[in-house]
Nanobody, 121 residues
Framework: QVQLVESGGGLVQPGGSLRLSCAAS????????MAWYRQAPGKERELVAV???????NYADSVKDRFTISRDNAKNTVYLQMDSLKPEDTAVYYC???????????????WGKGTLVTVSS
C-alpha cells in the first residue's frame, strides 16, 4: 500500500519560515513528478510547486522567489521550504506524486492527507 505522509505544518508569524516534508512509502517502483498543492478556506485547490525526478522545479507566480521545492530521491521525499510567509499563504498543503507501484503497469496520482499552515500574528 503506497502512502504519502506530510509533516511540518503549523502556526507561523508573517515573514516567518516553515519547511514541509512529504515521504512516500510502500512498494514503489518509480516516482515521476512530485508536487505541492494547497487549498485555502472557501477556495479551490491550487498548484503551488512541482518538481521533476531530475530536480527541475516550477512555481505558481504567487510563491515564486519565496518558496523552494526540492526532493531526495533516495528517501522518496519531497520538501517545500517556505520563506517570507504571508497571511494569504494560510491553507492546507497537500503532497502529490505521480508514481508507479511495484507490480503495476503504469503510474498514477497519489495524494497525502494534508498539513495545515497558518500564517498569523
Amino acid at each position: 500500500q503506497v502512502q504519502l505522509v506530510e509533516s511540518g505544518g503549523g502556526l507561523v508569524q508573517p515573514g516567518g519560515s516553515l519547511r514541509l516534508s512529504c515521504a512516500a512509502s510502500g512498494r514503489i517502483f518509480s516516482i515521476n513528478a512530485m508536487a505541492w498543492y494547497r487549498q485555502a478556506p472557501g477556495k479551490e485547490r491550487e498548484l503551488v510547486a512541482v518538481i521533476t525526478n531530475g530536480g527541475i522545479g516550477n512555481y505558481a507566480d504567487s510563491v515564486k522567489d519565496r518558496f523552494t521545492i526540492s526532493r531526495d530521491n533516495a528517501k522518496n521525499t519531497v520538501y517545500l521550504q517556505m520563506d517570507s510567509l504571508k497571511p494569504e499563504d494560510t491553507a492546507v498543503y497537500y503532497c502529490n506524486a505521480n508514481l508507479r507501484p511495484t507490480g503495476a503497469y503504469s503510474a498514477r496520482e497519489y495524494w497525502g492527507k494534508g498539513t495545515l499552515v497558518t500564517v498569523s500574528s
